[in-house]
Structures are given as structure tokens and as C-alpha cells.
């Protein structure tokens, strides 16, 4: 009787041993693999949520594959070498992948070059050299639409041909290509258009105060080839235009620009035109393509990022509104 107890006290202690186990390696093993890929985007400057509809798209990719994505935003004057330290942290954390804007082609190419990258590294907006693909729009194309479009205008309004354009961060090719398509759409023109290139001296003094001096020279034109010199632009205009509110001042500002500050600039006339690329595709397909197993190909034949031009004329049209006021 002893012996028939005992090995019921037996058996239930292997039983339990077993259930234990079953649980341990459940917890372990199964449940790790139930843990969803995460993904990192690690963007330069993110003044003012300058990155809000490219941040749509990835939490909508996110969403759709049932993946978890880690955002990383430098602060306006960070390095490549700091930016270079946020990659190399997000992929020791465990990251399967990187979306990266670069915050500036050359030094950002040479840092990363030096690194050993296990995981995927796709640029977005501005790219890191041949070594590393990029998203983005035909940079070059859109700078030599707008140059089009500041050429009609002259044509239509007969005011000088005269343009100055605003070189802050040459150092991104996305800003070089607009640069160069921009300029050669002007030297094209007909008739001959007097081109002047501003940008701050090292040490110079607030982005803000050496926008306000270009008004000093009554540019007929102004031009910017980013999304934050635009927002830098139209305020610096509407202050400059407030403190000689007595003279008859006017400035035609064509940017690059989709902020909400620069919507909103140009819906109250402070931006004559914006161009801007579908930001929203760039996050969704960046995000997509870190996924895919065959990645080059699929970024040959599942990408393109459009861009368009708007003004206030244009601005609530269907494609613009959507575009534009993703967050409503």
C-alpha cells in the first residue's frame, strides 16, 4: 500500500516536472518567436515635426505588418558621427533594420563605410553614396520645375528677372540635385536671369537674422531648397514685411516645403509655391522594403515617389489636401 502511494507521489511530481518544462520552453523559445521584427528610422533635425507625414506612412506600415518600429530623431546640429552612434545603438539593441535620412551624403558615407552593418540600412531623402540605396524622389527634376515655374511667373507678372537662392546644406544631395536642376532651368531661360547664391559664413550669426538681411536687397525672388530654410524663410519674410509695413514690399518665396507651417505660410500668402514629394509612400515603402528577402529587386519595382507643386490657388485640391493635411 506504502509502494502504490508512493508512486502516485511520483507520478504527480514528474507530471508536474513535465507541465513545468512544457511552460519554461513555451516562454523561452515560443513566445520570443511570437515577438514581433523591430525596425529603426533615425532622421535628421525634427524641428517643429518637420517629419510628420513621413512618420505616417511608417506607423501605417508599421500597422499592416504586425511589426514594432523604434524612432530616433536627431537634434539640428548633430554630426554624422553622432548620427553614425544612433544607427550602431539601434542595431545593438537588436533593430532588424534601418531607415535612414542622412544629415549629410559625404560624412555620413565615409562614417558608415567604416562600420560593420548587420541588418539592412535604406536612405530616405538624402542619400550616403553608392554603397547604401536611397528612397526619394528625382531631386534634380523637382528643383528644375520650379525653376519653370519662377520662369512663367517673371513671363506673366513682368517683375525683375532676378533670383536669389538660399545654399544652406549642400552637404544633403538632395539639396545639391535641387540646387543643379533649379539653376540650369534659369540659365536656359530665353532671357537672361541674374542667379544669387546666399548662405551663412562659418560662425555666422541665427539662420533667422541672415534670412532677414537677403530681404535688404529686395530679391524680386527667393528660394529655398528645404523644408526647414522654408519655414526659416516665410517667418523671416513676414517679420521683415511687418517692420516696413509702410513701404510697398514684395517677395515671391518658392520652396521646398509640406509642414504644417509651411502649408499654412502658403495658404496666407507668405510662400508663393511649394514643392514637396509624397512623404507618406517614402515612409511606407522605406519600412516595406526593410521586410522584404529580396530587397533590391523589390526597391526597383515597388518604389516611386512623386512629387507636385501647390499653391494657394491649388492648395485644397483633392491630391494637395490629402497630401497635405494627412493628420486631418
Known sequence: MRKKYQWHIGAVFVTAAVILGALYYYGIFVGKKEQPAVYSVILYQNTNDEWSTLVEGTEQAEEDLDIDVNYVYLARDDTAQEQAAAVRREINAGSSGILLAPVDTEEVQNVLKSMYLKVPVLCVETGAGDDFPVLRT???????????????????????????????????????????????????????????????????????????????????????????????????????????????????????????????????????????????????????????????????????????????????????????????
Open 138 to 328: 528625382d531631386d534634380r527634376a523637382m528643383g528644375k520645375a520650379m525653376g519653370e515655374a519662377i520662369l512663367k511667373d517673371m513671363d506673366s507678372t513682368g517683375a525683375q528677372r532676378r533670383v536669389a537662392i538660399l545654399t544652406e546644406y549642400m552637404g544633403r544631395d538632395s539639396v545639391r540635385l535641387r540646387y543643379e536642376g533649379l539653376t540650369e532651368a534659369l540659365k536656359e531661360a530665353k532671357e537672361p536671369v541674374i542667379i544669387e547664391e546666399r548662405a551663412r559664413f562659418h560662425g555666422d550669426f541665427s539662420l533667422g537674422r541672415f534670412i532677414k538681411s537677403v530681404f535688404y536687397d529686395a530679391p524680386p525672388y527667393l528660394v529655398t531648397l528645404d523644408k526647414y530654410m522654408t519655414e526659416q524663410a516665410a517667418a523671416a519674410w513676414t517679420g521683415y514685411r511687418q517692420e516696413n509695413e509702410k513701404n510697398k514690399l514684395s517677395c515671391r518665396i518658392y520652396g521646398i516645403g509640406n509642414t504644417a507651417r509651411t502649408v499654412n505660410d502658403l495658404d496666407n500668402e507668405n510662400i508663393a509655391a511649394l514643392m514637396y514629394q509624397n512623404e507618406f509612400n517614402m515612409g511606407y515603402q522605406g519600412i516595406t522594403y526593410l521586410t522584404q528577402k529580396n530587397r533590391k529587386k523589390w526597391l526597383e519595382e515597388n518604389t516611386a515617389i512623386r512629387y507636385r507643386m501647390v499653391t494657394k490657388e491649388s492648395l485644397y485640391e483633392d491630391e494637395n489636401e490629402r497630401l497635405l493635411f494627412s493628420n486631418t
